[in-house]
Nanobody
């Protein structure tokens, strides 16, 4: 089993930045592809970014491309999401996921961290 805990969310003004972290316990993340998803009120959960187990081949949703960066530190068993130039439409609960089984399907999920971007 893998336990994932997200942190780093909060309230930020439009144009600001936040860095989300996802710390894992229970098993090393080094063999898993990792992803970030988000869910805004009244909307379905959507894909944000993903990274391979080696840290290469990052993939981003078009809506965040050029503004968000996913990275990982396998020594620290942590995955990050650097979010720059934030927009009000980025407001959502952000979830970390591990062990990808299909493009948008993962075995393990965190509890989420709230990101609110004010205009």
């Amino acid at each position: 089993q893998v336990q994932l805990v997200e942190s780093g969310g909060g309230l930020v003004q439009a144009g600001g930045s936040l860095r989300l972290s996802c710390a894992a316990s229970g098993r090393t993340l080094s063999n898993y592809a990792m992803g970030w998803f988000r869910q805004a009120p009244g909307k379905e959960r959507e894909f944000v970014a993903a990274i391979s187990w080696r840290g290469g081949s990052p993939d981003y949703a078009d809506s965040v491309k050029g503004r968000f960066t996913i990275s990982r530190d396998n020594v620290k068993n942590t995955v990050y999401l650097q979010m720059n130039s934030l927009k009000p439409e980025d407001t959502a609960v952000y979830y970390c996921a591990a062990d990808r089984t299909a493009k948008y399907e993962y075995n393990y999920w965190g509890q989420g961290t709230q990101v609110t971007v004010s205009s």
